[in-house]
């Protein structure tokens, strides 16, 4: 980087997959951006998507068949692709990065600004060497830290459907089953944010 460019912000912003399913979310998330970068020109934001009802239904498979835990960790990486694709579409001048070349690409550029999708397994799959653990304690918020991690992020942000008590630290929000459990145990807690996304639905 020369001494005349700024540098870039690189924010994570994990959609919570509880909020897929509410009417407005696209523009909800580009007001919710607008509101948190202003004054901050040079922003990278890394949008990362949870499941939702989606891999809720292969929670409940996994129950009735008892399904092996390493297979099936990686069938939920490999749909968490699809909501990825889904809040791309819906939130205006956002780009999906998609492949693990892409993603390579846009790790090591130090001018990437605008918004970008994630789409996880980009960067996190089979080969990938990471260590989370291949059974339900990894959800999407741990795929996030791990995201924020790979591009040194500035922040992570998780933006949730529930109430978030004001000045909770990360580990308390794990034990209540706000965020995943392994979260407070690879970042920063100084480094993230929970928050509540809040809109008015349209009718």
């Not at 009417?23 to 509101?35: Q, T």
């Not at 529930?162 to 965020?179: T, W």
Request: overall charge negative; hydrophobic content about 45%.
């Amino acid at each position: 980087m020369s001494p005349h460019e700024e540098k870039v912000f690189k924010l994570v912003v994990k959609v919570g997959g509880s909020l897929l399913t509410r009417p407005g979310l696209g523009p909800a998330i580009a007001e919710w951006l607008d509101r948190r970068l202003a004054g901050q020109p040079a922003a990278q934001v890394n949008l990362i998507v949870g499941g939702g009802a989606m891999i809720d239904a292969f929670r409940q498979l996994d129950a009735v068949h008892g399904l092996d835990p390493v297979s099936l960790h990686w069938q939920c990486v490999a749909a968490l692709r699809h909501t990825g694709e889904i809040v791309a579409s819906l939130v205006p001048n956002c780009s999906i990065i998609g492949s693990q070349a892409s993603f390579n690409s846009h790790r090591q550029s130090t001018t990437a600004v605008g918004r970008f999708a994630i789409l996880p397994d980009a960067f996190y799959h089979r080969d990938s060497g990471d260590c989370l653990p291949c059974d339900w304690q990894a959800t999407s918020d741990s795929i996030a830290a791990l995201l924020a991690q790979k591009i040194d992020a500035d922040q992570l942000v998780l933006l949730k459907s529930c109430n978030i008590p004001e000045n909770i630290d990360l580990r308390e929000a794990a034990r209540r089953g706000i965020v995943d459990p392994l979260l407070p145990t690879m970042i920063d807690p100084h480094r993230v944010e929970v928050i509540e996304l809040r809109w008015t639905e349209p009718k």
